[in-house]
């Protein structure tokens, strides 16, 4: 079983940064597709971003050119750079690790975007 814990959401002001972490408990991580979801009160879950093995990444259109995701296969961590937010990024993000046979979930953390 992997564990993954979330952390760095919090309220921010409109055009305001956050950086999300989210690091696993086992070293399936350096072989796993490494994602990001949200999801706002009252609609479903959505991708927001994804890393593969391969460090190739891809966006969601909504936060393309403000998101960054990376990672650090020796701390066993994944990140999302937010940047220039918008109230409408508000939701609970949510880190995932897939490879084949696995797909673990982090519990989700809080990000408000608010003036």
């Known amino acids: 079983q992997v564990q993954l814990v979330e952390s760095g959401g919090g309220l921010v002001q409109p055009g305001g940064y956050l950086r999300l972490s989210c690091a696993a408990s086992?070293?399936?991580?350096?072989?796993?597709?490494k994602r990001w979801y949200r999801q706002a009160p009252g609609k479903q879950r959505e991708w927001v971003a994804s890393?593969?093995?391969?460090?190739?990444?891809n966006y969601a259109d909504s936060v393309k050119g403000r998101f960054t995701i990376s990672r650090d296969n020796a701390k066993n961590t994944v990140y999302l750079q937010m940047n220039s937010l918008k109230p409408e990024d508000t939701a609970v993000y949510y880190c995932?690790?897939?490879?084949?046979?696995?797909?673990?979930w982090g519990q989700g953390t809080q990000v408000t975007v608010s003036s």
């Open positions: 995932n690790l897939w490879a084949p046979g696995s797909n673990y």
């Open positions: 086992r070293s399936i991580f350096s072989i796993a597709d």
């Open positions: 890393i593969t093995s391969g460090d190739s990444t």
